[in-house]
């Protein structure tokens, strides 16, 4: 039986890319991994990531926004920040913490340009459906991608 490494989602505000990557650790790597997910800051949690998730049969909906501080006790083998703006601004993380950067697209920011473009809700969901996706993907390489 080999100890579960602990892996942290970084994202700037822990209400979307971080959630979903969180909830999909979660769901497809949990015998492997413990996660956590966190923000510099804390913007809730986007209704529209808990609605994605769910149709892809995740339940994300009991998630909260958590600020980075909150995690300052938990020894992180691994930091994978989501974001340009958290990869940017990553804090230091004592213990030799490694950190990866996997840049997801900003749902929220393709969503609100999909609305003045006049798109409909659902095609503003698509491009939260589309970075859950692409997410998925990524967690589906782990812990091996975080190695490499």
Same mark, same amino acid.
């Given at each position: ?42 913007h809730?949690?986007?209704?529209n990531?808990?609605?994605?998730? +769910?149709?892809? #049969?995740?339940?994300?909906? #009991? ?13 992180? +083998? ?5 974001? +340009? ?23 929220? @920011? ?15 969901l698509?491009?939260? @459906? ?19």
């Amino acid at each position: 039986m080999t100890n579960k490494i602990n892996v942290l989602f970084l994202c700037t505000g822990n209400s979307c890319r971080s959630q979903m990557a969180e909830g999909w650790t979660r769901h497809l790597k949990g015998d492997l991994i413990n996660v956590y997910s966190a923000g510099i800051e804390t913007h809730g949690l986007n209704t529209n990531a808990v609605k994605v998730m +769910d149709e892809a #049969g995740v339940d994300i909906s #009991g998630h909260k926004s958590q600020h980075i501080d909150e995690l300052r006790d938990v020894q992180i +083998d691994y930091v994978v920040t989501v974001c +340009d703006h958290a990869h940017e601004t990553c804090p230091f993380f004592p213990g030799g913490s490694k950190v990866v950067h996997v840049g997801f697209d900003d749902p929220p @920011r393709m969503a609100r340009e999909v609305a003045e473009q006049g798109g409909s809700n659902d095609e503003q969901l698509d491009c939260f @459906r589309k970075v859950r996706d692409e997410i998925r993907s990524y967690v589906e390489t782990l812990p091996e991608a975080l190695t490499d």
